[in-house]
């Protein structure tokens, strides 16, 4: 439609048609000036609907018959419309502009520039009406516009490609926060499930305290799964001080843990928190220890304990993995090793002051 507006421009044409009288050049002029018109809106149609196919489709056999075709209905419509017939050159090198490369495209709008001007200039009772100047300004107007198209074109594959990669990275980050939070969850529950079966021949009524435990672990974990799903849940310090303690004493692990969390400051607080629910977990499940050590300070946390077993060191954890992403987004440092004086191992996070 936008382009059928500027066929406006061959009502000259058309009148100098109408006005000859009824003989074949006017017959055949008519004939061609339709031809033209619709020759030309097929072209720009065709190349609306290739879109993103438009760089293949530039400079093919295709294109060239259509302007060669062009063409040959333009000089149909000399005989009768005589010197009007050169507005049709700036549809040509129009769409010209639009559908071939600009090494093709250029010399080939600069010649029909030249040829407008020279056949105007040469060929008696011809009138210059500047069609030279409006085949450049028609091949410069339409430069820009592709320009600005195949620029719009490649901000949209910009814009798709960024949107698969959010969409990626927001897989990754809940697979992450789904493995913490299983992770931790399920281990104390596994836990406190172990000792519930061991008392049931011994102390019922605590058997029954800790499958009430289980319970409500069981909801606190999906409600925590839920939450992250949806983007929305949080995580504090002294919630997870308060879980480890939980978490250790069920797993008949002494435990010394840090009773306020005030000193921390706020910037640093969730990773810490972080740090504490890995490293516990992976006490509980992992080291065979018998006690294990929270130390918590302004700009650092560390997880010791005395297990023999692989415990936290081991490397490919996935939740080491996330905790040290973790770290290094937080500008922090992640020492993960055994202890340099005695068994256990060691999980210490450092922030730089």
């Given at each position: 439609?936008?382009?059928?507006?500027?066929?406006?421009?061959?009502?000259?044409?058309?009148?100098?048609?109408?006005?000859?009288?009824?003989?074949?050049?006017?017959?055949?002029?008519?004939?061609?000036?339709?031809?033209?018109?619709?020759?030309?809106?097929?072209?720009?149609?065709?190349?609306?609907?290739?879109?993103?196919?438009?760089?293949?489709?530039?400079?093919?056999?295709?294109?060239?018959?259509?302007?060669?075709?062009?063409?040959?209905?333009?000089?149909?419509?000399?005989?009768?419309?005589?010197?009007?017939?050169?507005?049709?050159?700036?549809?040509?090198?129009?769409?010209?502009?639009?559908?071939?490369?600009?090494?093709?495209?250029?010399?080939?709008?600069?010649?029909?520039?030249?040829?407008?001007?020279?056949?105007?200039w040469r060929v008696p009772?011809?009138?210059?009406?500047?069609?030279?100047?409006?085949?450049?300004?028609?091949?410069?107007?339409?430069?820009?516009?592709?320009?600005?198209?195949?620029?719009?074109?490649?901000?949209?594959?910009?814009?798709?490609?960024?949107?698969?990669?959010?969409?990626?990275?927001?897989?990754?980050?809940?697979?992450?926060?789904?493995?913490?939070?299983?992770?931790?969850?399920?281990?104390?529950?596994?836990?406190?499930?172990?000792?519930?079966?061991?008392?049931?021949?011994?102390?019922?009524?605590?058997?029954?305290?800790?499958?009430?435990?289980?319970?409500?672990?069981?909801?606190?974990?999906?409600?925590?799964?839920?939450?992250?799903?949806?983007?929305?849940?949080?995580?504090?310090?002294?919630?997870?001080?308060?879980?480890?303690?939980?978490?250790?004493?069920?797993?008949?692990?002494?435990?010394?843990?840090?009773?306020?969390?005030?000193?921390?400051?706020?910037?640093?607080?969730?990773?810490?928190?972080?740090?504490?629910?890995?490293?516990?977990?992976?006490?509980?499940?992992?080291?065979?220890?018998?006690?294990?050590?929270v130390r918590l300070s302004?700009?650092?946390?560390?997880?010791?304990?005395?297990?023999?077993?692989?415990?936290?060191?081991?490397?490919?954890?996935?939740?080491?993995?996330?905790?040290?992403?973790?770290?290094?987004?937080?500008?922090?440092?992640?020492?993960?090793?055994?202890?340099?004086?005695?068994?256990?191992?060691?999980?210490?996070?450092?922030?730089?002051?």
């Open positions: 439609m936008f382009a059928a507006v500027w066929l406006f421009y061959l009502s000259e044409n058309l009148s100098a048609l109408t006005d000859r009288g009824n003989d074949w050049q006017r017959d055949l002029g008519l004939a061609a000036l339709a031809g033209f018109g619709a020759l030309y809106l097929a072209m720009v149609s065709w190349f609306s609907r290739a879109g993103s196919r438009v760089a293949r489709l530039h400079g093919s056999p295709r294109v060239w018959v259509g302007l060669v075709a062009l063409l040959v209905l333009t000089a149909a419509q000399v005989p009768g419309a005589g010197f009007h017939a050169l507005t049709c050159l700036v549809y040509v090198a129009s769409t010209a502009m639009a559908s071939l490369p600009l090494g093709q495209a250029a010399p080939f709008a600069a010649s029909l520039a030249v040829a407008a001007e020279v056949l105007a009772g011809w009138e210059d009406n500047g069609y030279g100047l409006g085949v450049l300004l028609g091949s410069a107007a339409v430069w820009g516009l592709r320009l600005a198209g195949e620029r719009q074109a490649r901000l949209a594959v910009a814009q798709e490609e960024l949107a698969v990669m959010a969409v990626q990275q927001e897989r990754a980050r809940i697979a992450a926060d789904l493995h913490d939070i299983l992770g931790h969850s399920l281990t104390v529950v596994t836990v406190k499930a172990e000792l519930a079966q061991r008392l049931l021949d011994v102390d019922v009524e605590r058997a029954r305290r800790e499958l009430r435990d289980l319970e409500v672990l069981a909801r606190d974990a999906l409600s925590d799964v839920r939450a992250t799903a949806m983007g929305v849940r949080g995580i504090s310090l002294p919630g997870e001080i308060a879980a480890a303690r939980a978490a250790l004493a069920a797993a008949h692990v002494a435990a010394e843990l840090p009773g306020a969390a005030d000193e921390v400051p706020t910037r640093v607080r969730e990773l810490f928190a972080w740090t504490i629910r890995e490293a516990v977990t992976n006490v509980v499940r992992h080291s065979g220890a018998s006690r294990c050590v302004p700009g650092s946390v560390e997880i010791v304990d005395d297990g023999p077993g692989d415990g936290p060191a081991a490397p490919d954890g996935q939740g080491l993995a996330g905790l040290r992403r973790r770290a290094e987004a937080a500008g922090a440092r992640l020492v993960v090793g055994r202890r340099a004086d005695g068994p256990g191992f060691r999980v210490r996070v450092e922030v730089p002051q």
